[in-house]
């Protein structure tokens, strides 16, 4: 079984400043892994995945994450935020054919001017 | 990019009666599309995975008997929300995922929300 768990809800953070959310994964098979963005009534955007291979992934909108298996986390982080970041942060994490994404409850990021 | 449009984006409806969500991709053949539910402040949960042309497959706790899926056509699939109560309100959400290629990516639809009064 797979979960996904996303630590703080609610992050604020000011403009210009660094954002970092966190994601904690449990697998039982290798992971992959995703950050999706969700803007007030649109659909879920996908930022970044990680397969195989390199371990720092890079997305779009100046975003990064990096897996790490001892930790088993893969946390999204950007190091300037924007006002337009201001959104719904959701990780995800499915197996390799992705089959089934188990999403974790969404971490709401603020942004202040 | 791959665009997914979702039908209607909310609906208010009676206790009793059914309602029906329309998910289509725009610019590619889902030949799988996934139904999601979400509730308030709650993760997104997978309800059923339908390929084109086939059963959907519903998981655990989910009653198909409720909440009917057609995937008629690589383009379009359905959820109907059958005999609708309070209880089944919630934000629904739809996925599609283009051919083997992309295997692993789902495109999103922005969401249905279901009142049920």
């Known amino acids: 079984a797979q979960s996904v768990t996303q630590l703080g809800s609610h992050v604020s953070v000011s403009e210009g400043a660094l954002v970092l959310l966190r994601c904690n994964y449990s697998s039982s098979v290798p992971p992959y892994l995703f950050w999706y963005v969700q803007y007030p009534n649109q659909g879920l955007q996908l930022l970044l995945k990680y397969t195989t291979g390199a371990t720092l992934v890079k997305g779009i909108n100046g975003f990064e994450a990096e897996f790490k298996k001892s930790e088993t986390s893969f946390h999204l982080t950007k190091p300037s935020a924007h006002m337009s970041d201001a959104a719904e942060y959701f990780c995800?994490?499915?197996?390799?054919?992705?089959?089934?994404?188990?999403f974790g409850a969404g971490t709401i990021l603020r942004v202040k001017s | 990019g791959a665009v997914v449009s979702q039908h209607p984006s909310r609906v208010i409806c009676k206790s009793g009666t059914s309602v029906k969500i329309e998910c289509r991709s725009l610019d590619f053949q889902a030949t799988t599309m996934f139904w999601y539910r979400q509730f308030p402040k709650q993760s997104l949960m997978l309800m059923a995975t339908?390929?084109?042309?086939?059963?959907?497959?519903?998981e655990q706790g989910v009653e198909k008997d409720k909440f009917l899926i057609n995937h008629a056509s690589l383009t379009l699939s359905t959820l109907t929300v059958t005999s609708a109560h309070p209880e089944d309100s919630s934000f629904y959400i739809c996925?599609?995922?283009?051919?083997?290629?992309?295997?692993?990516?789902?495109?999103f639809g922005a969401g249905t929300r279901l009142s049920v009064l």
């Open positions: 996925s599609a995922r283009p051919g083997r290629a992309s295997l692993n990516i789902q495109y």
């Open positions: 995800a994490v499915s197996d390799r054919y992705g089959n089934k994404l188990v």
């Open positions: 339908s390929n084109e042309g086939s059963k959907a497959t519903y």
